[in-house]
């Protein structure tokens, strides 16, 4: 009942503010500067009299007009009265106005729920979880976290929700919580590291690859840590390595694991990306740069200075290899060249489209090395 009141009220407040100027009379000029006109007037024709009768001087006449002329320009002009706009025009006016709330609450009357009951927040969060939306229920765990916010079991129920409704910032926090008050599982820090990395647009950053190795030293066959710690190789260009990874992951799920399909899918997207990269020109490998680091000055800078040639003239040809980028980009870090590595990460993240989900996983392969997202 307090809501249609309320909203009844709002209403009248809305036509009134809009009735009002439309039903006013046209306020008549105030006329106190048409009369200090006239004064400063018969003040002018004074000192003309005084001044051929010679009661004044030439000075002292021309200094008595200035200053009359100075207030005759502060009083200004008269204000001018807009006219009043026709009555037929305040009549249509007036009709329009009144017509929109009419018209607002006899639709709502018959398209929608004027006998629907109120359902206040409280009352929803009190009500039979089996009967709550997956909303309602967050909600309820948050006020109750609110309060006890110590409660080891509500974060560690709320964290993987979070995830599953697409709040990883807030899972990630939740994960840390649950660790923090009820101790580190392999599943709570499999979870952490699943989160932070959703949280980073699906990259694997060093501090998700350390929760998963975590992960895996209090369960060495957790499958989602295997599963990351592959992905994380297939970022750093290892393919081989990463499908040798989901490989030996496959072979040790039982046959109705949910990660199996995700892992063939896997193993297939890095074969195929295998196969075509066999046919093209190869930039320098990580066993190559870590080879080169180790070489005199002028033997690594000219053998560094082909194979990174080669990789951007190909990636000037095929400019949407994002693998190929993230080779170039962590060459060049690695070796040092901070500018250069900036420069290629810029231009590959144009050439791949900024929007694209390939130029967000390149801005976050650069963040994980230390290099400022680009524009």
């Not at 039979?128 to 560690?156: C, H, I, M, Q, Y």
């Amino acid at each position: 009942m307090l809501f249609w009141v309320v909203a009844a009220l709002l209403t009248l407040a809305a036509c009134l503010a809009v009735l009002l100027p439309l039903v006013r009379r046209p306020s008549v000029a105030d006329s106190g500067g048409s009369h200090d006109l006239e004064v400063y007037r018969d003040q002018l024709g004074e000192v003309e009299r005084d001044a051929s009768r010679g009661l004044i001087g030439a000075v002292e006449a021309e200094q008595a007009r200035a200053e009359i002329g100075r207030r005759i320009l502060r009083v200004g002009t008269p204000e001018v009265v807009p006219a009043s706009p026709p009555p037929a025009m305040r009549a249509a006016g007036m009709a329009a106005v009144l017509a929109v709330p009419l018209v607002a609450w006899g639709l709502y009357a018959f398209l929608g729920s004027p006998d629907l009951p109120s359902q206040p927040l409280q009352e929803r969060l009190a009500k039979n979880p089996a009967d709550s939306s997956v909303d309602e229920l967050v909600a309820r765990a948050e006020a109750f976290l609110s309060a006890n916010p110590k409660d080891g079991r509500g974060w560690d129920v709320l964290a993987p929700i979070y995830l599953r409704i697409g709040r990883a910032g807030d899972a990630v926090i939740a994960y840390r919580n649950t660790i923090a008050i009820n101790g580190a599982t392999a599943a709570r820090e499999s979870g952490l590291g699943e989160a932070i990395a959703v949280a980073a647009g699906g990259m694997v950053s060093a501090e998700a690859e350390a929760a998963f190795k975590r992960a895996l030293a209090l369960e060495a066959g957790n499958a989602k840590a295997h599963f990351y710690l592959a992905s994380a190789l297939v970022q750093e260009g290892k393919l081989d390595e990463a499908a040798n990874a989901w490989r030996a992951m496959l072979g040790a799920l039982p046959a109705d694991s949910p990660w199996r399909s995700p892992t063939e899918q896997a193993i297939a997207e890095a074969e195929r990306r295998m196969t075509v990269a066999a046919g093209e020109p190869k930039g320098p490998s990580q066993d190559e740069i870590d080879a080169a680091a180790n070489m005199s000055a002028q033997d690594r800078a000219a053998m560094i200075e082909t194979m990174v040639a080669q990789l951007d003239e190909r990636l000037r040809a095929n400019p949407q290899d994002a693998e190929g980028w993230r080779r170039l980009v962590r060459s060049h870090q690695v070796l040092g060249n901070a500018d250069a590595a900036r420069d290629a990460l810029q231009r590959g993240v144009a050439a791949l489209g900024t929007e694209s989900e390939e130029a967000r996983g390149l801005q976050a392969f650069g963040a994980s090395l230390g290099l400022a997202k680009t524009e």
